[in-house]
């Protein structure tokens, strides 16, 4: 169970049987560079993307966030703390064979934009691995390991107690498990390890950056693929929208959001056209659009102006709107109207609405939740053979039509049919 604080302080609790971290790590020096928490049972081709673009494009720490990221609260990856690792390449990629990694959009997205090449190495060779297996093993015992709601690292793992039972209990939250990480990233990167004559890999690096004899050679991507990093862009066809007579301005929608600027809001020319929408998974207040009909470019659109200093990613809006209306329809479940307008509103309207063949259905549910909502000191003292005194049909009816009905132990009136 973990608990994602909202941007006005609410918390809403989702229900995960399991979630990923995804870390990509230079091995020469074994430094991690990025890293990114992935809130899904199974890891997809958007997280693969959002891992490799966090060791490319650095994070901009703000106070308002959302988005799974780490590094969003404090420095955390070399590129934010070296202003020459920003939009730095790499030549070649090693990943695994998982299926999220050998994804077509990860491998046509990653070949295109960053042009390096990819090595998936054989099936189940994890020594072909060893540098990142090694990290991720060494993160996860210092780290979520420690945690009371783990697993531990396997059945008999003596750190096991009741994992499922802490974690409703304790309330794990999103922020909590995003600074224990970025502890662990930040230490692991400043250790001094023997592979590296005990120094640093943040340290070997600066060294390298700064030794203009070393063999760190800089290859930045192109100025245009790091202001506008396609590996987490999306593209959708949408259709504009609006109504003049109601004097609704022309927009587009994406997702819950509705998306406009200047140029299209002040254009009801553009009503059913359809624009060309690239927006970016890991920020979902970027969008820019172009018309397909026409191929008019309309630049930047603007989310919603109560959405517009809050980022938040796409994966993160779509587990906020999903579970923040599961527990919408709870609350709503759990609220009886009938408790607001007293029992005696519920009987009079019960018995005066529908015809002669209703009434006596409608005056017995209501006679039921007025008798659950009654006080046992109020209650007759039903007959002794167990059977309520009742009221004939020859016998004229009570106010506003209700049949008259003595209580007794079950609730339940019994009366004489024609």
């Known amino acids: 169970m973990i608990s994602i604080t909202n941007p006005y302080g609410g918390e809403i609790k989702v229900p995960l049987p399991r979630w990923y971290i995804g870390v990509i790590?230079?091995?020469?020096?074994?430094?991690?560079?990025?890293?990114?928490?992935?809130?899904?049972?199974?890891?997809?081709?958007?997280?693969?993307?959002?891992?490799?673009?966090?060791?490319?494009?650095p994070l901009v720490a703000g106070s308002k966030s959302c988005a799974l990221a780490i590094g969003l609260g404090r420095k955390v990856f070399p590129n934010q703390m070296f202003e020459q690792l920003a939009g730095q390449g790499f030549s070649i990629l090693r990943m695994d064979n998982g299926w999220s990694n050998v994804a077509f959009d990860v491998i046509d997205n990653v070949v295109d934009t960053i042009g390096c090449a990819i090595h998936l190495g054989p099936v189940k060779a994890w020594w072909g691995r060893?540098?990142?297996?090694?990290?991720?093993?060494?993160?996860?015992?210092?780290?979520?390991?420690?945690?009371?709601?783990?697993?531990?690292?396997?059945?008999?793992?003596?750190r096991k107690n009741n994992p499922e039972q802490n974690a409703v209990a304790f309330e794990l939250k999103l922020s909590d498990i995003t600074s224990a990480l970025e502890h662990q990233i930040l230490l692991h990167n400043s250790s001094p390890t023997g592979a590296l004559m005990m120094c640093s890999p943040m340290d070997a690096l600066a060294a390298a950056i700064d030794n203009h004899g070393s063999t760190f050679i800089p290859s930045p991507l192109p100025v245009t693929t790091q202001e506008l990093p396609l590996?987490?862009?999306?593209?959708?066809?949408?259709?504009?929208?609006?109504?003049?007579?109601?004097g609704e301005r022309p927009y587009v929608k994406l997702g819950p959001w509705r998306y406009t600027n200047e140029r299209v809001s002040s254009d009801f020319s553009?009503?059913?056209?359809?624009?060309?929408?690239?927006?970016?998974?890991?920020?979902?207040?970027?969008?820019?659009?172009?018309?397909?009909?026409?191929?008019?470019?309309f630049g930047k659109l603007l989310p919603p102006n109560r959405w517009q200093e809050v980022e938040i990613s796409w994966s993160v809006r779509g587990i906020l709107n999903r579970?923040?209306?599961?527990?919408?329809?709870?609350a709503r479940r759990e609220m009886?109207?009938?408790?607001?307008?007293?029992?005696?509103?519920?009987?009079?309207?019960?018995?005066?609405?529908?015809?002669?063949?209703?009434?006596?259905?409608?005056?017995?549910?209501?006679?039921?939740?007025?008798?659950?909502?009654?006080?046992?000191?109020?209650?007759?003292?039903?007959?002794?053979?167990g059977i309520s005194p009742v009221q004939s049909e020859s016998?004229?009816?009570?106010?506003?039509?209700?049949?008259q009905s003595g209580p007794v132990r079950n609730f339940v009136c019994r009366g004489r049919g024609s």
């Open 25 to 57: 790590v230079e091995e020469r020096y074994e430094l991690i560079i990025g890293a990114v928490l992935a809130l899904e049972i199974n890891p997809s081709a958007d997280s693969v993307l959002e891992t490799i673009e966090s060791a490319i494009i």
């Open 130 to 158: 060893d540098t990142i297996e090694r990290v991720f093993g060494q993160t996860t015992r210092s780290g979520l390991q420690r945690s009371p709601c783990t697993y531990g690292s396997g059945p008999l793992d003596s």
């Open 231 to 246: 590996l987490m862009y999306h593209t959708d066809i949408v259709t504009v929208r609006g109504n003049r007579n109601k």
């Open 270 to 297: 553009l009503l059913g056209l359809h624009l060309k929408i690239y927006s970016s998974l890991r920020d979902a207040r970027v969008a820019y659009a172009s018309c397909v009909e026409t191929g008019e470019v």
């Open 323 to 330: 579970e923040g209306a599961n527990h919408r329809r709870k």
């Open 336 to 385: 009886h109207s009938d408790e607001w307008a007293g029992p005696a509103a519920a009987v009079i309207e019960a018995c005066t609405e529908g015809n002669k063949a209703n009434v006596r259905k409608k005056a017995l549910a209501a006679a039921n939740a007025t008798a659950k909502q009654t006080p046992q000191e109020n209650v007759c003292e039903h007959e002794p053979n």
């Open 395 to 403: 016998e004229p009816a009570q106010q506003g039509g209700a049949t």
